[in-house]
């Protein structure tokens, strides 16, 4: 049990991990823990990245991609966050936050390294013209919600989704402050949802893919085991709608099921063959 009356000491220091998902691998510090390459496929646009919320977003964006005629062939390679992949010397090369996803584009004359879900986001809707208005008023307002995406991230998974379904021990003052935020997060969109189709208005975009990454998962009710049921997400009319109307989409189909393992998943993608596999089963 722990202990309610903890006194934080006036000067934090780290001694070892207290327990709960992802503590062994989670420390005070940055940088590479050990040397390590790499892979590199034959493509122009390598994405080293896992199949979490935020890594979804770009598998399907770059599937989106694909769908629509650009040429964004891409490599996906499986990081493993629980093996410490993202720790490596390669990786860190490439976001020295030492977090998923991250892409190296090689199309031009020098190498891009792009992090951040989305900042990938935006790097290739600006690179293939796609997904983002070119300008305006419509362009702003896809900012917007693509920001607003970002920054409720952390509330819904390292706020309620940490402390419903991953902290060692469970105490309702964390998980009472996160349901809230994260219905007032569903509100948000719900609210916005019920004035236009999509959430930048009539138009799909980036800020639709963001999102999905995130709603998705509590739209399906495969998000943090029975969340669905405890946020009561189906009560938000405009948000299932939406999210329901995207999970058919070709694109976001196929791209949430890269860099996962798992019958149904792909773990790495290197041409379009490796989930055309696992869909026509």
């Not at 390590?36 to 979490?52: A, E, I, V």
Request: charged share 25%.
């Amino acid at each position: 049990m722990a202990d309610l009356t903890y006194t934080p000491p006036k000067v934090w220091t780290y001694d070892e991990p207290n327990g709960g998902a992802f503590a062994a691998i989670n420390r005070p510090t940055a940088g590479a823990r050990f040397e390590r390459d790499l892979p590199r496929g034959d493509h122009l646009l390598q994405l080293y990245s896992l199949g979490t919320p935020n890594g979804q977003k770009v598998t399907i964006l770059l599937e989106e991609l694909l769908a629509a005629g650009h040429d964004a062939e891409y490599d996906a390679w499986l990081i493993n966050i629980g093996e410490s992949d993202q720790f490596s010397s390669g990786f860190v090369s490439i976001n020295p936050n030492s977090k998923i996803p991250a892409l190296l584009d090689l199309s031009g004359t020098e190498p891009v390294r792009v992090f951040e879900s989305g900042s990938i986001l935006f790097h290739l809707a600006e690179k293939f013209g796609a997904f983002l208005p070119a300008s305006g008023p419509a362009r702003t307002e896809c900012m917007n919600w693509l920001m607003w995406q970002m920054g409720t991230a952390p509330l819904l998974g390292g706020g309620f989704g940490h402390f419903y379904a991953y902290a060692p021990e469970k105490f309702q003052y964390p998980i009472d402050r996160f349901a809230m935020e994260a219905k007032r997060i569903f509100d948000v969109a719900d609210k916005r949802l019920a004035e236009t189709q999509y959430l930048a208005g009539n138009d799909y975009t980036i800020a639709d893919i963001a999102a999905y990454g995130w709603f998705g998962g509590f739209v399906r009710g495969d998000a943090y085991g029975d969340a669905k049921t405890f946020l009561d997400v189906e009560s938000y009319t405009n948000l299932m709608r939406w999210g329901q109307e995207l999970g058919e989409r070709d694109g976001v189909r196929r791209g949430r099921i890269v860099n996962r393992k798992g019958d149904g998943l792909v773990a790495e993608r290197h041409n379009a063959a490796d989930i055309d596999t696992v869909l026509d089963r």
